[in-house]
């Protein structure tokens, strides 16, 4: 099938990210063709394309008052096409539909509609105000969830009716006791004094000529609730506040319902709602069809209106969070304490559903943990620092459910999150059964794309983990865990965003989230650990010590790194023009910390009386606070971890700094030439070629070796390309040396795991590569996999052999070795960005008889499956219309290979192959291609 597509999220005159609105869900950017090419018909190109946009579903279909029409379009390009038309106005749904043509000049059909949506274009079209409670709450203390309604009349039938709303916390809205989409955790997580997202809803089905009611319920969230590792709480304000717009459109006019003093508001049943702490709930206080029409309010509240910002508000960006997959208890465990526990298989970041029935005020108390201790007793000691007595735990992600005693009652918290695979069960009624609870995974609604199996169970269950990893923590931002900290720490994201863009369609994600790393970036190009940064809103000595280690190599190179690697991903350039000046900004810090040299350094007097050397240092990172290659194995002990921190503080980390340094300007200048910045493109390459070549100088050993000697030194240098040609295979070869000696375990941080495996199969010895991936003892990927994990720990011993637990359970970062099954066992990669042209290149080894990747593009389905049985290997690869790949058969000669049982001289479509070492090599165009070849 030829895809085509049109990208909305770019700015096209008034079009633009933040004014386009998409309530259904709808893909807006990629309507279905009815006219598909045939999967077996090859080297099907695209000659030209038609776009077509109206106001309306019949003016599209009838081509009659078009506000844009492309014409035929003489080109190949299938995405980040960019709407031409005349100015679009607030709250303007634009239906669009495309057609193409093929090699042949063959047109399609026209596809079916798709459609966009305006937001509101201007702050005045705002007419609602602020609204929060009228009374006073001790800031310090957990308040009930304030819930607000508003009665209003429709005495006509309703055409179409749209809901524009946000809050200052987070809210779930209602009409007419129905509740409105099916979102949670909105309006999201953004740095709440730059950008505020709102979202739009059609509401039009739930609205009724008559009386009606709108109302929505606020929940503290990352507004007002504890955030990050230092809990701090009200750190974006102490006030829960709501701004709703709802505009009804009728035959006769327009009815506008919104916020305002005429609202009234009240507390119900939700008494704490805290996304780190919990949420308690005491349903004797719950208010039956609050939101209906008829509900009798006199006991209610007026509000107060307040002067807040609009300025900022945008349309959401992102992509909704939404319930997902619904889990049943595996087993009710009694554990050697007598404990009550749920053990539902799978670590998650979501809910638990819990129905009961009991005498009324009977309080329930649900803990959700990771894991059991060593002696099989609940636990989350291992997630709070200090580790605290089990037998009297803080409050941490606890759920307190008081029954009102009216029969069987079903509860699901509304305004909080918990990463769990077991939940502690304390006062349930009765003998509680699996069809009591259900464990709801609460995440980004991001469409999955990417599929790896193999023949090793084991190696399938790591890809396993790294999905649920994954899961758990993108949860309307990519954060580092989703129990202990649910920060947006940068440097997870940068390792991980490549592998995370294979699995799922990342784009609207992590481009919002870059967006407001930008925002929040400093003025002289510093990047914060963090995005959203808390801390740089927060003020206290514990933020300001945080603000101090902003800027890290590795973590802050995520505003450079990132964009280039959706760029790959996703092949839309305006990722790049979006984020220039802000990765621009960054290496230009970069730059400037260089020219600051190391107190250390100064007391060496080659500094002083060599002036080469001196000068060489304007290129030496050595200054500022790195993390570093953080949890090395064996430096995950509090004593070293404090260690290696002082001496990143005193002596910086150059070997790491410098590195990343010379990358992140090279990349810059490939935006640069990409973007039309000549000038830009040619002074940020020789920027980066003098980096590299005092980065060899000093750092690299004329026979290779570099000090630290340690397996992080080399995976790095040779995945930045920073090794000199001559100097590679040395380099490999010490990298072998350390691996080896090691016991084939691994023996990188942080940083650099995810580069291990691929420098080794690139130079040379995939044997190391798949000696490492299958390695199952410690440290190494599959040791976690032998211990019953069902996602990715953060450390290489996050349950030690003696059962002890350590630090998080759900770390996707480590897990970032997938990329590798993708591109080298599975045999997937992007030759160009956007997988315009593919490399298949499959490398089996290590026992594995077989593989299989599949990759849903922005082309279409790239599929590479391979086996070998007995001395017989098949390969069978899908390539989508309009591309080209470079296919590379392993261990195959020309001769010898077949194509869909015809030999391959005589198959049709097919280029002609070249001998590539022990493979064969072939050029070919998009279609199913089955071949099979002996195999010594």
Known sequence: MMNADIETPVSIKNLRTENL???????????????????????????????????????????????????????DNTIAIRYDGPDVQSGQRCVWRVRVWDQDDRASEWSEPAWWEMGLLAESEWTADWIEVDWDDDPKAFKPCPFFRRAFTVDQPVTSARLYIT????????????????????PGYTPYDKQLQYQVYDVTALLQQGENALGAILGDGWYRGKVYGTNARNVYGERLGLLALLRIEMAAGQVIVASDGDWKATTGPILKSDMK????????????????????????????????????????????????????????????????????????AGVVRMKARGPRG??????????????????????????????????????HYTLKGDGEEEYEPRFTVHGFRYVKVEGYPGEPTIDDFAAVALYSDMPPTGTFTCSDPQINQLHKNVEWSMKGNFLDLPTDCPQRERAGWTGDAQVFAPSASFLMDTQAFLRRWLRELALEQAPDGKVGNFVPDPYRVEGGLVSRIFKWLDGAAGWSDVAVMMPWDIYRAFGDVGVLEDQYESMKAWVEFERARAKRVNWSKKLNPRYWLDRAYRERQQYIIDTGYHWGEWLEPGRGTPTILITDTLKRILFGAEVVATAYFAHSARLLAKAAELLGKGPDAQHYNALADKITAVYVEQMIGSDGR????????????LAFDLAPEALRPAMVEHLVRLVR???????????????????????????????????????????????????????????????????????????????????????????????RRITIAPLPGDGLTSACAEYESVRGLIRCEWAREGDRMTVNVTLPANTRATVRLPGAEAGQVTESGVPLAQAEGLGEASKLGKDTQLELGSGIYRFEYPVS
């Open 21 to 75: 609105v998409n309530p259904l869900g709808i893909d807006t950017r990629k309507p279905k063709l009815s006219w598909q090419i045939a999967s077996e018909r090859r080297n099907v190109t695209q000659r030209a394309y038609q776009i077509q946009v109206a106001a309306s579903g019949d003016a599209l279909a009838e081509a009659h008052d078009l506000m844009w029409d492309s014409g035929r379009a003489d080109s």
């Open 167 to 186: 809050a200052h916390g987070l809210y779930e809205a209602w009409l007419n006791d129905q509740r409105v989409g099916d979102q949670v955790f909105t």
């Open 277 to 348: 702490d919990g949420e308690t709930y005491d349903a004797r206080l719950e208010l039956p069809r609050w939101s209906s029409a008829g509900y009798d309010d006199g006991t209610w509240k007026p509000v107060r209106t307040a002067s807040h910002a609009k300025h900022h508000l945008i349309a959401s960006m992102g992509v909704p969070v939404r319930r997902k997959e619904i889990f049943a208890p595996q087993a009710i465990l009694k554990t050697p304490k007598g404990e009550t526990v749920l053990d539902f298989g799978q670590n998650l």
């Open 362 to 399: 009977t309080i329930i108390r649900l803990r959700h943990g990771e894991t059991l201790s060593k002696d099989g007793n609940f636990t989350i000691a291992h997630l709070l620092i200090p580790a605290p007595n089990d037998d009297k735990p803080p409050v941490f992600q606890e759920v």
């Open 706 to 717: 570099m000090e630290p000697d340690m397996q992080a030194s080399y995976a790095r240098a």
């Open 741 to 835: 000696a090691s016991g084939n375990h691994i023996g990188t941080g942080f940083l650099s795991t995810v580069f291990l495996c691929d420098v080794l199969a690139d130079g040379g010895h995939p044997d190391v590569a798949y000696d490492l991936l299958t390695q199952k003892t410690i440290p190494s990927w599959l040791y976690a996999v032998t211990r019953g994990a069902t996602t990715i720990w953060e450390t290489w011993e996050g349950i030690r052999e003696d059962g002890t637990a350590q630090m998080s359970l759900n770390h996707y970062s480590p897990g970032a070795v997938i990329g590798f099954l993708h591109r080298r066992v599975g045999g997937i990669a992007p030759a160009e960005p956007g997988y």
